[in-house]
């Protein structure tokens, strides 16, 4: 079975200082890792994704996450943060084979970014 | 382009009543997906869309939850004799087929039950 988990349901930083928030996937097959911010009152929208080549990742926003299989991690950082940083933001893993393609995610991680 | 778009944006239904939720994917995305988000949870897949393949029900909680798709265009997700534990929000997401598509989701709808 595969899962994710975010350690850490609520982080807070202040303006300017390092974004650090973490997951750790289970899966049977190297998995599909993605990485989801959801702004207040509005839908899902995608930071950035892993798909079995470069393993660090740039994404939108400044955000990067680097997949580490021997330590099955997908931690999501950005150097400085940002007031417009703050939202929740969601660990997603999708299985690589075939078959059906929906997202297992993490309960989220709500980001504070204190001025 | 216009995006995912789901109707209503808010819906408050007494308990026992049924009701259905809209989700109108992004024109040419073959993928279709119903997922829950209850509070201060991560998102519980429901059930998945594939072109015309038979879908993927797994992840519908209890037979009181279906849902339907018209080729690759409009769907509706319906839930009979709603409860109080079905007050979530309910989003949906598009994708072209591949395992690496981007999955573009909805604003969601959320569900109230009274």
């Known amino acids: 079975a595969q899962s994710v988990t975010q350690l850490g349901s609520h982080v807070s930083v202040s303006e300017g200082a390092l974004v650090l928030l973490r997951c750790n996937y289970s899966s049977s097959v190297p998995p599909y890792l993605f990485w989801y911010v959801q702004y207040p009152n509005q839908g899902l929208q995608l930071l950035l994704k892993?798909?079995?080549?470069?393993?660090l990742v740039k994404g939108i926003n400044g955000f990067e996450a680097e997949f580490k299989k021997s330590e099955t991690s997908f931690h999501l950082t950005k150097p400085s943060a940002h007031m417009s940083d703050a939202a929740e933001y969601f660990c997603a893993l999708r299985y690589s084979g075939a078959g059906s393609y929906q997202l297992t995610f993490g309960k989220g991680t709500k980001l504070s970014v204190i001025p | 382009g216009a995006g995912v778009s789901q109707s209503p944006s808010n819906k408050v239904t007494e308990k026992g009543k049924d009701v259905e939720l809209r989700c109108d994917p992004i024109s040419g995305h073959t993928a279709l997906y119903w997922y829950r988000q209850r509070l201060g949870q991560g998102l519980e897949f429901l059930i998945y869309f594939q072109g015309n393949s038979a879908p993927d029900k797994s992840g519908l909680p209890s037979d009181r939850f279906s849902a339907e798709r018209t080729g690759e265009s409009v769907s509706t997700l319906t839930i009979q004799r709603t409860q109080q534990e079905d007050s979530a929000v309910y989003l949906c997401?598009?994708?072209?087929?591949?395992?690496?598509?981007?999955?573009?989701f909805g604003p969601g709808t959320r569900l109230t039950v009274t």
């Open positions: 892993y798909t079995s080549a470069a393993t």
């Open positions: 997401a598009s994708s072209g087929r591949l395992a690496v598509d981007e999955q573009y």
